[in-house]
């Protein structure tokens, strides 16, 4: 696989989340510090909608629980702005929380510099230790790794402070799916065994074929990676095995859209849905039924389950 290719696919989601925050799809005064500004069609406009809303929801509903300290980890952050929006639009949700995104370091070597450059998100992220590639601050940190060396990755986490014994939230929204099962499944097997109290979301392709049998390879947010991990998942039923075989004893996988239908509030997506004038519902069906929705919770107590079930 071409690791600069998948580096690539950061700016990808950049640009498309900037395209439909600024059409109204939510609001983020962040995204265009991210990223230059290219109108994207009404299909991905959309579906970047039910992307962001359905992940923000769950996310929402994991801070917003009534314990003490939680930990959230973003694996492959690319140029994410939720943690300054959470920060700046619901800074009560952050409280006790440390909040820890990864990547390769050439992307979070871009991200401290659009961070630093910034005067709104350097604001918001407070005093902070920092070198070219990484920051650390009071509830966050930034860290580079390579999310196949395992080793890397556990050691960078300690550097961040992350404690496995306090409830974590992972986050991988389309990042496993660019890494080789042998890479993605240890890392699944670490969250699953060192950490006491942990709920996994992941977003990302499934079903690789069409309905002809031909692979999907012209799939925007995949620019001709490589499609293994997809062949290895295809279906919601691998998807929970998958994570099930890492000692999550409660997985959902939905496609997106069951989400779209069933899980985003009725009246704010009626609402989306008058933004842009929208001929391609049949390709959108399709589409988005080449992505799911997981949520994996291990160990849970009864407060993450009705935290986190879809
Ligand atoms: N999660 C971000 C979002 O939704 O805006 C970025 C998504 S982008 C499609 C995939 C991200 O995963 C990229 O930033 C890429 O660099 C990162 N990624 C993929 N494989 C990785 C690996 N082995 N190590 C670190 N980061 C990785």
């Known amino acids: 696989m071409n690791d600069a290719s998948v580096q690539a696919t950061a700016s990808d989601a950049a640009s498309c989340k900037l395209s439909a925050s600024r059409l109204g799809y939510w609001i983020d005064p962040f995204a265009s510090m991210f990223s230059s500004f290219h109108r994207k069609m009404p299909l991905i406009n959309r579906g970047y909608y039910a992307r962001v809303r359905s992940i923000e929801l769950l996310l929402h509903r994991f801070l917003g629980t009534n314990s003490n300290a939680k930990q959230v980890i973003v694996l492959g ?88 014994t306090i409830p974590t939230l992972v986050l991988s929204e389309c990042v496993l799916c660019y890494m080789e099962p042998e890479y993605s499944q240890p890392l ?59 000692g999550f004893g409660h997985v959902e996988c939905w496609d997106m859209n069951r989400v779209y239908y069933e899980y985003l509030p009725l009246d704010e997506r009626r609402q989306k849905e008058h933004l842009e004038l929208f001929d391609e519902l049949e390709e959108y069906h399709m589409l988005q039924g080449h992505y799911c929705l997981v949520v994996a919770v291990k160990n849970a107590t009864s407060l993450y389950m009705s935290a986190l079930e879809l």
Request: net charge negative.
């Open 188 to 246: 699944i097997d670490w969250f699953g065994s060192a950490f006491t109290d942990c709920a996994i979301i992941v977003y990302e392709q499934i079903r690789p074929h069409d309905a002809f049998g031909q692979t999907m390879v012209e799939n925007i947010s995949l620019r001709g990676c490589d499609l293994k991990s997809i062949h290895a998942y295809p279906e919601p039923e691998d998807q929970h095995k998958r994570f099930a075989a890492s």
């Open 77 to 164: 952050a690319g140029q994410d702005t939720m943690f300054f929006r959470l920060k700046t639009m619901h800074p009560e949700l952050l409280k006790d929380t440390l909040y820890v995104e990864m990547d390769f370091p050439m992307i979070t070597k871009s991200k401290v510099r659009l961070c630093r450059r910034h005067k709104a998100v350097a604001e918001c992220i407070g005093e902070v230790e920092t070198n070219e590639i990484e920051m650390k601050a009071q509830g966050y940190a930034l860290a580079a790794a390579d999310l196949r060396e395992l080793s890397t990755v556990q050691e960078k986490l300690t550097w961040a402070g992350i404690d496995p």
